[in-house]
């Protein structure tokens, strides 16, 4: 379990990296939240999940609490970046 957790964080630290990066590329909020993306990704990992004999509701909950949080972070780092844009 403990190698399975870190091979996990890794993997959610991976990701984090490229969600800092996105929201350089996106000009609002809208394009950052990005529902229908989101959908997309559930629907994605949730069909991922049954092919691989994965529970697909625990998969669906955990993508939805993970992209949520990534969601979240990234909105930080758009206002954070569109907030040094304007002082400069």
């Not at 800092?20 to 939240?33: H, S």
């Amino acid at each position: 379990m403990d190698r399975i957790d870190r091979q996990i964080v890794t993997l959610l630290a991976q990701r984090g990296a490229y969600v800092k990066q996105a929201a350089k590329f996106k000009k609002t909020t809208t394009d950052v939240k990005a529902p229908q993306r989101v959908e997309r990704v559930i629907a994605k990992v949730v069909a991922l999940s049954v092919e691989l004999g994965a529970n697909p509701t625990v998969t669906e909950q955990v993508y939805r609490a993970m992209i949520a949080g990534f969601i979240n972070a990234e909105l930080a780092e758009h206002a954070a970046l569109n907030t040094c844009s304007i002082e400069i």
